[in-house]
């Protein structure tokens, strides 16, 4: 059995190659969604991609990957055409993800040797696996194998960047369409409700990204004080007053960004029965993380 814990944009490329081969997988994830930082929040009528804003392909395999899902193209204002999900971008996970063995809100412990295989201690249960992929963030694998495992050393120099978000509800005209500035305290603010397949009935829905420095400084503070602080600089960029914001709600996002990638698509143990892979093997994209996942299974195939 194969066993691929997280079920973001890396595990599910790895379970749908490896499904193509006629591999059967076990996906685990600990959320109540799939698709990682590939999301939509929804909010009664309203929504908002608080995650990957967009996808672009530059290989030929990820183009024919997203002709497989349900994609529009999306024009930032600025000049630039990305692909989205219609109608959200948690769109692109769950077509990814059709027909797959996932399984939700479970939340692996613990990997450890068992003979020639591996068990997967969970809350409550165990698994047994002859393979094991982990597509988590680089810094929670030594929480899974343990400080001293010789894969976890070879993390070392990997580095992701948290990312604070805001989502707000406007009754006022846009602006623009999205602004992106990395230097700025907001560093991308989108008007996401310009997007194919939006909402048009919920006034402007804005989706708004901290930068790097304004996420670290106050990463540890919770939702309802994000808020507070990042709804008056989006009000200042929009023009608007606060009392023109009818919802507002902030997410925090731990391991955003890949600011040091590894520098190769996976890593594996020499008997290939144990995989690490996600965006943060090759670089800060959504296309980085399904090249890793469709690697590990590639050499999952040719191994056996």
Aim: net charge neutral; glycine share 10%.
């Amino acid at each position: 059995m194969i066993v691929i814990i997280g079920a973001g944009m890396a595990g599910l490329a790895c379970a749908r190659r490896l499904a193509e081969a006629g591999q059967a997988a076990i996906l685990l994830d600990k959320g109540r969604g799939i698709g990682g930082r590939v999301a939509t929040r929804r909010e009664g009528r309203m929504q908002f991609d608080h995650g990957a804003q967009y996808v672009n392909a530059h290989s030929a395999a990820f183009a024919a990957a997203l002709a497989d899902c349900s994609v529009a193209d999306w024009q930032d204002g600025r000049g630039r055409t990305h692909s989205v999900g219609v109608t959200g971008m948690s769109a692109l996970a769950k077509a990814l993800g059709k027909g797959l063995d996932i399984r939700q809100s479970m939340q692996v412990t613990q990997v450890q040797p068992n003979g020639t295989g591996w068990r997967l201690d969970l809350d409550s249960e165990t698994f047994q696996a002859e393979r094991v992929v982990v597509t988590v963030p680089a810094p929670q694998v030594a929480g899974l194998l343990g400080q001293t495992h010789p894969l976890v050393k070879a993390l070392d120099s990997v580095r992701l960047a948290p990312c604070l978000t805001l989502m707000a509800a406007v009754s006022a005209p846009p602006a623009f369409i999205s602004q992106n500035n990395p230097d700025d305290d907001l560093a991308w603010i989108a008007l996401d409700s310009s997007k194919p397949g939006r909402p048009q009935d919920c006034g402007s829905l804005w989706v708004a990204q901290a930068g790097e420095a304004f996420s670290t400084a106050h990463l540890e503070k919770t939702p309802d004080e994000i808020t507070a602080l990042m709804l008056p600089m989006l009000c200042e960029r929009l023009g608007v007053t606060l009392d023109r914001v009818t919802h507002a709600a902030a997410h925090r996002w731990r391991y955003a960004r890949v600011t040091q990638a590894l520098g190769q698509p996976f890593l594996c143990n020499p008997e290939g029965t144990l995989y690490l892979g996600g965006d943060w093997c090759i670089g800060p994209r959504v296309e980085a993380a399904w090249t890793s996942g469709t690697a590990i299974a590639q050499a999952i195939l040719d191994h056996a």
